[in-house]
């Protein structure tokens, strides 16, 4: 299998390890992935740099590295991360062969070299022998996150409903929260996960975390503009209001079985054209 350098000018810790497996293993899994952290030589002929940045202009420690490139002349290509409110310059795009963001936006359309790809899953929740289980599950729908937007009808209804589960947190990433093992767990005997948009983004890590263990994703009408060519023919159930989780629950439950197989198997699809969809360009263009 070809061999890919994955270059982290993310920070060492959270900010480079919290999307590391999804990044490795879902959009670049079609090649051997070998990981270069900061303080490493990173120079290297179309490397794929991953970089975190939320402001109009990237960080000048780390984006010294992309100036390193251009003056090398060596072809890179980059993944963007963490810019919910689409608010970097995309002139700052220049020069690479292609880039993968994650949160996509207007401003970004019609780019020839940048792709939206999915926001992905924190590292732990990717399930590595994904096999269908079609026993009945015990919560019929849950929630556990922190409150922002319109989230607390999210809590509201579910609470209102029998067979649910809602924990709530303050903050992202509160380690107050369930951890990864326990919201495994959680999804394992779960079936709708209602996927409300985070502060400025329809776009949420809960998506493909509770794709992976094959729970059923619940998003509002208002986002699936942006979902439906980013999860192509998805399962997802879409709601104008959060209060009709309780007639999907009633109709769908004797069901649930035939949805989540439904939803299992266009996942094993997605996560197969995924990484081929990446590999596709990666290769088109070296």
């Given at each position: 299998m070809?061999?890919?350098?994955?270059v982290w000018?993310?920070?060492?810790?959270?900010?480079?390890?919290?999307?590391?497996q999804?990044?490795e293993?879902?959009?670049?899994?079609g090649f051997?992935c070998d990981?270069?952290?900061?303080g490493?030589d990173?120079?290297?002929?179309?490397?794929?740099?991953?970089f975190s940045?939320?402001t109009?202009?990237?960080d000048p420690?780390?984006?010294?590295v992309i100036?390193?490139?251009?003056?090398a002349k060596l072809?890179?290509?980059?993944?963007h991360?963490s810019?919910e409110?689409?608010?970097f310059?995309?002139k700052?795009?220049?020069?690479?062969k292609?880039v993968?963001?994650?949160?996509?936006?207007?401003?970004y359309?019609?780019?020839?070299?940048v792709?939206?790809?999915p926001?992905?899953f924190?590292t732990g929740?990717m399930n590595?022998?994904?096999?269908f289980?079609?026993r009945?599950r015990n919560?019929?729908?849950?929630?556990?996150?922190?409150?922002k937007?319109?989230?607390?009808?999210?809590?509201?209804?579910?609470?209102?409903i029998?067979?649910?589960?809602v924990?709530t947190t303050?903050h992202?990433?509160?380690?107050?929260?369930?951890p990864v093992?326990?919201?495994?767990?959680?999804y394992k005997?779960?079936?709708?996960?209602p996927?409300p948009?985070?502060?400025h983004?329809?776009?949420?890590?809960?998506?493909?975390?509770?794709?992976?263990?094959?729970?059923?994703?619940?998003i509002k009408?208002?986002?699936a503009d942006?979902?439906?060519?980013?999860?192509?023919f998805?399962p997802?159930?879409v709601?104008?209001t959060w209060?009709?989780?309780?007639?999907?629950?009633k109709d769908l439950?004797?069901?649930e079985?035939?949805c989540?197989k439904?939803a299992f198997?266009?996942?094993t699809f997605?996560k197969i054209?995924?990484k081929r969809t990446?590999?596709?360009k990666?290769e088109s263009?070296?």
């Amino acid at each position: 299998m070809e061999k890919i350098k994955l270059v982290w000018l993310t920070k060492q810790g959270s900010q480079t390890n919290f999307e590391k497996q999804y990044i490795e293993h879902r959009l670049f899994g079609g090649f051997v992935c070998d990981n270069i952290l900061r303080g490493n030589d990173l120079l290297f002929a179309n490397a794929v740099l991953i970089f975190s940045c939320n402001t109009p202009d990237p960080d000048p420690d780390y984006w010294k590295v992309i100036e390193w490139y251009k003056q090398a002349k060596l072809p890179y290509f980059l993944v963007h991360l963490s810019d919910e409110r689409c608010s970097f310059d995309p002139k700052h795009y220049t020069g690479a062969k292609h880039v993968w963001r994650s949160y996509g936006g207007k401003r970004y359309d019609g780019i020839e070299n940048v792709s939206t790809i999915p926001l992905g899953f924190q590292t732990g929740f990717m399930n590595p022998e994904p096999v269908f289980d079609d026993r009945e599950r015990n919560i019929d729908a849950v929630f556990a996150g922190s409150m922002k937007q319109d989230r607390q009808s999210v809590v509201d209804v579910l609470k209102s409903i029998p067979n649910t589960m809602v924990k709530t947190t303050t903050h992202f990433n509160d380690p107050n929260g369930i951890p990864v093992d326990g919201m495994i767990e959680v999804y394992k005997d779960s079936f709708l996960v209602p996927c409300p948009m985070g502060w400025h983004h329809a776009d949420s890590f809960r998506i493909m975390e509770c794709l992976e263990w094959n729970c059923i994703p619940v998003i509002k009408i208002e986002h699936a503009d942006y979902f439906d060519p980013l999860y192509p023919f998805h399962p997802f159930l879409v709601v104008e209001t959060w209060d009709e989780i309780k007639t999907y629950i009633k109709d769908l439950k004797p069901n649930e079985a035939r949805c989540r197989k439904n939803a299992f198997n266009w996942y094993t699809f997605f996560k197969i054209n995924l990484k081929r969809t990446v590999k596709a360009k990666y290769e088109s263009l070296l």
